[in-house]
């Protein structure tokens, strides 16, 4: 959702299709990026089987000019489609002001992300204190809020905080998060065609348990996030697109006996993604994504892998 160069109504979509080897892990590793959510939850239970995904989105956004410069408010609406297992299937919803400020250099810009009851998936026998809890779901409301300013003539350096929440169903009613997040992202044109963008977010997460000791579980957290993603144009037509996230989360529970008691969490994941623009208004796309999610009281690693095909269409 970038400032578009004309005033005027703008419309776009995208439909990408994938197929993932984990329905469980497949919605959090596409929002694992600087301008999603990268700290949306998984379920402990991986594994949950494979399936085909359809991804459509739309946005429209208004464009305008003031004194002020140039203001664009976009709309966006995103799904997740799973073809084989329809319970993992969800929308989210999207707004995001953007405002040009005098003089040209500096953007600010002010997002918010509504993603209503998305099934994590079912917890298997025995597994931390929710065997016998049923399905987890969650609903996710934060906003966002960023300055960017070009600092040279092909670096922009931006800065970014979000707040928001995560309600889970009843069952689970003590997962209940609010979380605040601190980010610094770096862009750098390396030259014509060629562009780095570098980025850290901070990001400390309360959830209810830590007030229920009877409970005997907290997830509450501290998480470092960085993501590198290097983008480079071959042709007018043909760009190549790579990108790395590593991520750590340190749960600071300090209830006696919790499974979170001193548990971490790392996350390693990369993508690469070649798009072929066929026409002005569309673009062709097809990418690999792999992901290693370890939890520090597991054996093993939970892994996904992803590939995708897509088009993009804008009007």
Known sequence: MDVESESGWHVGGEMNAFYTDDVALFSASQRLSLQEDPTQPVIQTTGQGSSG????????????????????????????????????SH??????????????????????????HLFLGNHGPGELRSSDRGGEYVTTHFGTAELERKLLENVTIRGLARYGDRSYNESFAHRNTRFWTLGTHIMWEIKPGIGLVVGYHYERGLADGRHNPQIGEDISYVTHYVEAE?????????????????????????????DFLGA??????????????????????IGYLHGRWKLSYEEEAARINTVTFGSLLRF
């Open 230 to 258: 290097l983008e480079a144009r071959f042709t007018d037509k043909l760009t190549l697109l790579g990108g790395f996230d590593l991520e750590q989360t340190n749960y600071t529970s300090g209830l006696p006996g919790d």
């Open 264 to 285: 971490r969490e790392k996350i390693y994941q990369g993508e690469v993604l070649a798009r072929y623009q066929l026409t002005e208004a569309l673009a062709l796309s």
């Open 53 to 88: 995904v359809f991804e459509p989105v739309a946005h429209l956004t208004r464009s305008l000019q003031s004194s002020w410069g140039r203001t664009d408010l976009t709309a966006r609406a995103q799904g997740f489609v799973f073809t084989d297992q329809a319970a993992f």
């Open 91 to 116: 929308g989210t919803y999207g707004a995001q002001l953007t405002q040009a400020l005098p003089g040209g250099e500096t953007i600010f810009r002010m997002r918010y992300h509504y993603g209503p």
